[in-house]
């Protein structure tokens, strides 16, 4: 490579969804609607499980906790709508994967730790208190977060082994390990090694957990005589299964399909799931189907009005 061309990288251009100005503008106001709703919805489930002790139990605690990751997804997509040029230096892209990662991370173990709440109180419900004790609860969130810390800070570390050079439009709206590799000018195949293990060893223990949980919670459920007890363990369980399988269907189809690294016409539609629609779906989906929350609602309502 001749000195020339060795004008190295330290910064990056977010091409994100288009570069028409009139469709910038419409899009800007619909994923900033999104945003709002996104933000008012998560972050007013976590206020609400926080200021209601009746929702002081595992299941809601983990949902909480979701809901304050899913928060942090949400707030990458706007990124390259704020910035003018869209410039984004090296060091600022990779704190934005970082927070994605941990948001992302976090949020499988959370899912896990949930699906294994429902098989408890399905499978075990008289020993569930002794069982989803609150040490227990704290250590499943504590890990989930630890977890959370640990993976991206491999990718982050890794990514200053390699060199940009050339090009440095990144084809997403946020920065992300799989666009950045594109940019590299040293073969980034250790860093996709690592991504195939690290994250592959996050999928398969959490996607498992929550397998073995369900298959468990199905066959206990089909078991039931009474026809209401199977209705509303079905219920209590939908709207988890709901979420878990558009998260990991996105994730596994984004990192681990074939010649991921050369696909990158296909970043920023599966993207959007795990960054726009799961976060913005998943107050709705486990808040309007959750009777206990609907009515911690309704109350709340009510002592605002005689106020």
């Known amino acids: 490579m001749t000195e020339d061309n060795q004008s190295f990288t330290t910064e990056f251009i977010l091409i994100g969804f288009t570069d028409h100005p009139d469709m910038k503008t419409l ?16 972050l007013g489930l976590v206020a609400l499980i926080y200021m209601e002790r009746r929702l002081h139990t595992p299941m809601y605690i983990f949902l909480g906790n979701l809901a ?32 994605l990662c941990l948001a992302e991370t976090a949020d499988c173990f959370l899912l896990a730790a949930m699906a294994y709440d429902r098989y408890v109180a399905i499978c075990s419900p008289l020993q569930y208190h002794t069982v989803m004790s609150k040490k227990l609860c704290i250590q499943m969130t504590t890990g989930a977060y630890i977890a959370g810390n640990l993976h991206p800070i491999v990718h982050v570390g890794l990514l200053f082994r390699l060199t940009f050079c050339g090009s440095h439009q990144i084809n997403h709206f ?4 799989l666009p950045i590799y594109r940019l590299s000018c040293v073969d980034p195949y250790i860093n996709k090694l690592m991504i195939i293990i690290l994250a592959g060893s996050v999928l398969i223990l959490t996607i498992t957990i929550v397998l073995i949980s369900y298959f468990y919670i199905l066959f206990t459920i089909f078991t039931m005589k009474s026809k209401e007890g199977r209705g509303k363990a079905l219920s209590t369980c939908v709207s988890h299964f709901l979420s878990v399988s558009i998260f990991y269907g996105s994730l596994l189809f984004m990192y681990t399909r074939p010649n991921s690294l050369n696909e990158g016409d296909k970043d ?6 795990y960054t726009l629609v799961i976060p913005l779906l998943n107050p709705f989906i486990y808040s309007l189907r959750n009777k206990e929350v609907i009515n911690v609602m309704k109350r709340i309502i009510k002592k605002r009005q005689f106020l």
Request: proline share 2%; net charge negative; aromatic share 20%.
């Open 27 to 42: 899009l800007f106001v619909v994923f900033f609607a999104i945003y709002l709703v996104t933000m008012v919805g998560n």
């Open 268 to 273: 920023i539609p599966v993207a959007i799931f």
């Open 174 to 177: 946020f920065c992300d390990v």
């Open 68 to 99: 304050l990751m899913d928060s942090c997804c949400s707030c990458a997509m706007l990124e390259n709508f704020f910035s003018k040029d869209r410039r984004i230096s090296l060091y600022e892209c990779m704190a934005q994967f970082y927070f």
